[in-house]
């Protein structure tokens, strides 16, 4: 809240951004893949390094991508390989790219194409990997079908395991990948957010009547998804009992856009929304609990404002965010006019 | 003799001394033969009659202190001294020499008379001896005649008896007949054991007749404890005699005590027909109630024994007609006449608490008339609760369209009036509940004024609470259950919510004070809750509750709203495939709606909120210039140029021209105005608006759909919110972002864009005229 100067910015993307994401196989360094958004110019992709003293962010590696990217993930057990969903005018595709050996220099080599995901009929929305460690399938979402590729890297290929369409009346915008449980995808649309098992290729739950913008499983409960919904906030609920939101958390001023888990400290969450804020949200720790009988009377004495911490100091939306898995306890952050900045929660972390 | 002695002779002079000393013990200490020596000797002088007198230190003292004059003094005074001493002396020796004369006389004579005595003695004891023998001799020949003397006296008495026996039963029967039933009795009872000794043989028919008799006694005797007329204490003497005679007056005292109850049932079906009839049921009653205090006393005093029965009657008694209060208050009694009927009850009670006091009515009955007011005073706030919330929903169900704005004002109206008027009222009532100098009432003063203020401590919690609920905002976790089926499938009107925030507010600027007054005029102290509670109503608290619900249904009104808009405005921007966008041939009918459903908002709001622009007037009136042109020079004129340049300088470019324009607050405090709400309802828009076209990916023509648009919304938007730089700053944050997103950004030439605008303002005016 003062003045948020205490993140560590890279000022090196030059022009618009969406996306951000956390290099997770990247054992060694703490380190971010961030995509520009330009719809004239050649649009990069920023190999973000925070320095070993953690005072800096670093360029490691520059390199030029066809069309605006609207969605990155990074591979989850090869840090070489990232996933990009992009879009060039009218064309839009989704690619795996193998970055290039860079040898100390930094010329901006070309990224190499592993894989495309082709013959999507309708716009490719996100590239799903298993979050958590090697699987050889990777999902892909466009607005009204869900292909679920299985993945040969070192022969480059990627063939159509199955696919289900979901029916034109919805418009998928994303997905998340249940941590728990490799079978089960959550897509979310505006109207939505429905649970697919993999194996069948069937909805077998949803949450309705909410406008998801984003969702993300907790990776430390099962069961537990926190949505980010344009105008009413954040919801949690526990996908066992779809019915209703266990807790609820205010949101942002204008629409929550993003919303993150951190990958250690469950009850920490932090979200983004078009107010140009970054909010880190600590949920009792009941709430994540299997929020049976217990916290029926918790939740009447349980006044704390959940905000920890607003994090002010963006001059326009912010759009991405991703936790390190590497360092918890970082963040980076990305709003749309291309800032990416590095902010520590140490001091907001719940002493054990 | 004992001034000349020597030194040597001291063993003498010492017993001398002693001898002296015993006789004139007494004669020394008053007469003072030595005072006459000079003052400054008094020790030595003194000396002179103590056992530890020393003759040397007396003589060099003597010699040393006193001149020769004195010593010749001195010594002529001791010489004369010892002269006299002498004499006496001398005296003593003569008299006691006497003495011992005249004794050694007496013992002489006393010999002589003894001598004779012995012969005398001997005589008397012959004729005290022969007296025994005389006496023996006479008590022998009288023995026989004395023992049938007595014989004589034991037959006598024995027939005595008999007689008595023979005469029982007239004797009874005269008893009878004057009443003397204790005389019976008692007769009767001696007359006992010898019926049942003898009963059988000889005084069969003694017996018969008597017990005949008694029987009579009895039945009289039981007459008398029946009859209500006879004294109390005659109904208790007929008792003990009956217990005397042995009947079992267990029995009769159960009978009588049924017979009570079942008066008691008697009189409880009369008061309850009589409370549903009238409540001014205490003439009857008072009249029962004192009978029956009476009869209570009589019980008493005629069976002492029989008090815990007759306490549990009576504690039955008080209990049904607590009872009968409770029933009574669910009807909606007023505390009026609460309080009379409770007067009624308590003073019976102290009626009957004189009667029985180990009854210990007035506890029961204080407890009971606590647990009655604290209903009543609970019931009351439930009652308020409902008339509230019958007020705020109510009209709601009424007819829609223009009725409800009428309705939205008067809902909020009456629902205030609700509020102030039914709390008043409530204190009213209450007050009455304390202005009885009423002895019950004095004793639980502090805890009604207690119960009062927590009663409007829970009132206007539970008020919030059911706010919240009103507006679906429940605590979800607490209501899971109904939530789980109403959450979502509620539709909670918009109109209703922000009634609940001007009530809300309403609630905590003039509701919550004036009852806060009221109580402390006539509700203070109380002060039985332990002091960690603090006081029973915390105003603070509950002002604090509710300003806390106003802003959040403020805020709730705005998500319902905006979250409407944002449908209108996602459906307009996410169906059309804007790289594919034909030219614009006119504004898009969108504009409509949201316009329409921005002066909904301000229709609405306008009904409930003060408008809070106090130079609004004077706005409208300087913008109405800069209007008519139809956008920012400096704009226009950006874009124009940034057609020429590269996107990225123009990026660069509008960074810098917001880093100079003064940082825009889009997301204010809301404040309780309707220029708050509405231009915050409009920013949001706006806003999402930008959102969503950054979203898309245009051309030309798509852009220039947007431009002529958001050109065309630039006027009323303004009308609408008075906070002009926002509304433009905003309006070009969507321009721009359209221009970002915009494959081939030319804009639509300004007389085309007021060509189409007019034509829009044209069509839009003519079915308003039709």
């Known amino acids: ?352 | 003799m004992a001034t000349d002695n020597a030194p040597p002779m001291d063993e003498k002079a010492k017993r001398t001394r002693e001898l002296l000393a015993s006789f004139y013990s007494t004669e020394a200490s008053t007469a003072g033969r030595a005072v006459p020596v000079s003052p400054s000797r008094v020790a030595t002088l003194d000396s002179i009659n103590s056992p530890s007198f020393d003759p040397d230190v007396y003589m060099n003292l003597l010699i040393r202190k006193t001149n020769l004059e004195g010593l010749l003094h001195k010594h002529v005074e001791m010489a004369a001294e010892i002269k006299n001493l002498d004499t006496d002396l001398q005296m003593l020796v003569y008299e006691n020499y006497n003495k011992f004369i005249s004794a050694t006389d007496t013992i002489k004579r006393m010999k002589n008379n003894i001598v004779g005595m012995e012969a005398n003695m001997e005589q008397l004891l012959e004729k005290i001896i022969s007296v025994q023998s005389k006496s023996d001799g006479v008590d022998t020949s009288l023995f026989a005649k004395r023992e049938k003397i007595e014989k004589l006296h034991r037959t006598r008495n024995f027939l005595r008896k008999i007689q008595f026996i023979y005469d029982l039963p007239g004797r009874l029967q005269k008893c009878i007949e004057s009443e003397a039933y204790a005389d019976a009795v008692r007769f009767f009872i001696g007359a006992k054991p010898i019926f049942e000794a003898y009963g059988g043989s000889s005084f069969q028919e003694c017996k018969i007749s008597s017990e005949e008799t008694m029987k009579l006694v009895i039945e009289n005797l039981k007459g008398k404890l029946y009859s209500d007329t006879e004294p109390i204490e005659a109904r208790a003497e007929a008792v003990v005699l009956l217990k005397q005679l042995n009947f079992p007056v267990e029995d009769l005292k159960n009978k009588m005590l049924d017979k009570l109850e079942d008066f008691l049932l008697d009189f409880h079906k009369e008061s309850k027909r009589m409370g549903i009839t009238n409540t001014e049921l205490d003439e009857p009653n008072g009249a029962s109630i004192a009978e029956f205090s009476k009869t209570i006393n009589a019980y008493r005093i005629i069976f002492p024994d029989s008090e815990r029965r007759l306490i549990e009657l009576a504690q039955d008694l008080f209990t049904k007609r607590y009872e009968t209060i409770q029933q009574r208050i669910t009807e909606q009694l007023s505390s009026e006449a609460l309080m009379l009927a409770l007067r009624d009850i308590w003073s019976d009670v102290s009626l009957m608490d004189q009667v029985l006091p180990e009854a210990a009515l007035p506890v029961i009955s204080l407890e009971a008339s606590r647990g009655v007011i604290k209903k009543y005073i609970t019931g009351a706030f439930s009652a308020l609760l409902r008339y509230v919330s019958e007020a705020l929903t109510g009209p709601q169900t009424s007819p829609k369209g223009t009725e409800e704005q009428r309705t939205l004002q008067t809902a909020l109206e009456s629902s205030k009036k609700a509020v102030i008027q039914g709390s008043m009222d409530c204190l009213l009532d209450f007050r009455h509940l304390l202005d009885d100098t009423f002895e019950l009432v004095t004793k639980m003063r502090d805890l009604i004024v207690d119960w009062v203020q927590e009663g409007f401590q829970d009132f206007f919690k539970a008020l919030n609470r059911h706010f919240l609920m009103l507006c679906g905002k429940i605590d979800i976790i607490k209501n899971r259950v109904n939530a789980a089926e109403g959450f979502r499938a509620e539709k909670v009107q918009t109109g209703l919510v922000l009634v609940l925030a001007q009530l809300s507010i309403f609630i905590e600027q003039s509701a919550i004070p004036r009852i806060t007054e009221e109580i402390a005029a006539s509700f203070s102290g109380g002060g039985l809750r332990s002091y960690e509670y603090g006081p029973a109503f915390v105003p603070g608290e509950i002002c604090r509750l509710f300003r806390s619900a106003s802003s959040s249904f403020l805020q709730i009104y705005i998500t319902m709203r905006t979250q409407k808009i944002s449908t209108l405005l996602k459906k307009r921007f996410m169906a059309p495939n804007w790289i594919k966008h034909k030219e614009p041939r006119e504004v898009h009918m969108f504009v409509d709606l949201l316009l329409q459903e921005l002066h909904g908002v301000g229709a609405e709001v306008r009904q409930l909120l003060p408008s809070g622009l106090t130079q609004r007037h004077h706005r409208t009136e300087s913008t109405g210039s800069t209007n008519s042109s139809r956008s920012n020079p400096l704009r226009e004129d950006k874009i124009s140029r940034s057609n020429t340049q590269r996107a990225r300088s123009q990026l660069l470019e509008s960074h810098l021209a917001k880093l100079f324009e003064q940082k825009m607050e889009i997301f204010t405090k809301i404040e309780h105005t309707e220029e708050s709400i509405v231009s915050t309802i409009v920013k949001l828009s706006l806003k999402s608006i930008q959102e969503l076209v950054q979203l898309q990916t245009l051309n030309r023509s798509g852009y220039q759909q947007i431009q002529l648009d958001i050109e065309f919304l630039k006027n009323p938007l303004k009308e609408i919110v008075h906070d002009e730089a926002v509304i433009d700053f905003l309006l070009k944050e969507v321009t721009n972002a359209a221009h970002e997103r915009c494959l081939d950004p030319i804009p639509l030439e300004a007389p085309i864009i007021d060509k189409l605008i007019q034509a829009k303002l044209v069509k839009n005016k003519e079915p308003n005229s039709r």
């Open chain 1, 1 to 352: 809240m003062q003045g948020g100067s205490t993140g560590i910015v890279y000022g090196g993307l030059k022009y618009q951004a969406r996306c951000i994401a956390d290099v997770k196989a990247d054992a060694n360094n703490t380190s971010f893949l961030a995509g520009t958004l330009s719809l004239k110019e050649e649009n990069e992709v920023h190999l973000i390094r925070l320095s070993p003293s953690a005072a800096e962010l670093v360029c490691e590696g520059l390199f030029y991508h066809p069309g605006e990217i609207w969605d990155l993930a990074s591979c989850p057990f090869d840090s070489r390989l990232f996933s990009a969903v992009f879009a060039s005018g009218e064309t839009n595709g989704a690619v795996i790219w193998k970055i290039p050996e860079l040898y100390g220099q930094s010329n901006s080599p070309p990224l190499e194409q592993l894989v495309s995901f082709d013959g999507h009929p309708c716009k490719i929305r996100s590239i799903l990997w298993w979050p958590i460690g090697k699987h050889d399938k990777v999902i892909s979402i466009d607005e009204q079908n869900l292909f679920l590729w299985s993945l040969d890297c070192s022969r480059k290929i990627a063939e159509v395991q199955s696919q289900e369409s979901v029916g034109v009346l919805h418009h998928l915008s994303g997905g998340a990948w249940d941590p728990h449980d490799r079978n089960t995808v959550a897509a979310f649309c505006d109207s939505s957010l429905q649970c697919w098992d993999l194996r069948t290729m069937k909805k077998t739950n949803s949450i309705e009547l909410v406008h998801v913008r984003d969702a993300d499983y907790n990776p430390n409960k099962q069961h537990i998804v926190a949505t980010a919904e344009d105008e009413t906030g954040i919801h949690l609920w526990d996908l066992r009992m779809p019915n209703f939101p266990f807790s609820e958390l205010p949101g942002h001023a204008h629409w929550t856009w993003a919303i993150r888990h951190n990958p250690q400290y469950d009850q920490l969450i932090l979200s983004s929304g078009t107010d140009s804020t970054v909010n880190l949200w600590l949920t009792s720790s009941n709430n994540s609990d299997d929020s049976t009988s217990e916290s029926q009377s918790d939740s009447p004495t349980q006044k704390m404002d959940p905000l920890l911490n607003s994090y002010t100091d963006y001059e326009n939306s912010v759009y991405g965010i991703a936790w390190s898995s590497r360092e918890p306890s970082m963040f980076a952050s990305l709003s749309y006019d291309g800032r990416v900045v590095v902010e520590s929660v140490k001091s907001y972390l719940p002493r054990k």
